[in-house]
């Protein structure tokens, strides 16, 4: 599966999404700008988009939710050291309440990897980072006598945050 990201004004992203009817995209709404995701088997309609392989997934993309992109810069070295640590959380958030899907999205032709969720609303994803499930799949689990661990990650990672319903301008 191919996820491909593009940025621009709210009202481009949704004439954009309404030419293309017959595709899987998604307007994501931010501060001040908006993303429109494209999932797809084949290629993407973008003209420059960033581009990623879903490399896990759990459940369809419903596109009525909160979504968070945790963005993680990943050195060239640390991606499969990075990769087999997510791929071996399995279970971990599924069950959460609010949950709705999850993609963890390997970057084509650049060193930053999204792990995306989207989420019932805002109240569902604090909860989940609140929860003793979240602690329990972010703990470093370190095997007896193992070295430290070398520094898979280029830079810090950030999280942005989006909404799909466009907020109205309060007056």
């Given at each position: 599966m191919n996820i491909y990201l593009t940025s621009g004004t709210p009202e481009y992203m949704e004439q954009v999404r309404a030419k293309y009817p017959n595709e899987k995209m998604i307007v994501l709404y931010g501060e001040g700008n908006a993303v429109l995701l494209h999932e797809t088997e084949g290629?993407?309609?973008f003209q420059s988009p960033r581009k990623f392989e879903a490399i896990d997934s759990i459940n369809e993309l419903k596109g009525t939710g909160y979504y968070v992109l945790n963005n993680i810069p990943v050195t060239e070295e640390g991606r499969p050291v990075f990769e087999h640590r997510f791929l071996s959380r399995k279970g971990s958030i599924e069950n959460e309440p609010g949950f709705i899907a999850f993609r963890?999205?390997?970057?084509i032709g650049e060193e930053t990897y999204i792990v995306l969720t989207e989420w019932a609303g805002p109240e569902s994803f604090k909860a989940w980072t609140e929860s003793q499930a979240f602690?329990?799949?972010h703990a470093e689990k370190k095997p007896e006598g193992a070295k430290p661990p070398v520094n898979i990650f280029s830079a810090a990672s950030y999280v942005t945050t989006y909404q799909t319903a466009k907020q109205q301008d309060e007056a």
């Amino acid at each position: 599966m191919n996820i491909y990201l593009t940025s621009g004004t709210p009202e481009y992203m949704e004439q954009v999404r309404a030419k293309y009817p017959n595709e899987k995209m998604i307007v994501l709404y931010g501060e001040g700008n908006a993303v429109l995701l494209h999932e797809t088997e084949g290629k993407t309609v973008f003209q420059s988009p960033r581009k990623f392989e879903a490399i896990d997934s759990i459940n369809e993309l419903k596109g009525t939710g909160y979504y968070v992109l945790n963005n993680i810069p990943v050195t060239e070295e640390g991606r499969p050291v990075f990769e087999h640590r997510f791929l071996s959380r399995k279970g971990s958030i599924e069950n959460e309440p609010g949950f709705i899907a999850f993609r963890l999205m390997r970057p084509i032709g650049e060193e930053t990897y999204i792990v995306l969720t989207e989420w019932a609303g805002p109240e569902s994803f604090k909860a989940w980072t609140e929860s003793q499930a979240f602690r329990n799949s972010h703990a470093e689990k370190k095997p007896e006598g193992a070295k430290p661990p070398v520094n898979i990650f280029s830079a810090a990672s950030y999280v942005t945050t989006y909404q799909t319903a466009k907020q109205q301008d309060e007056a």
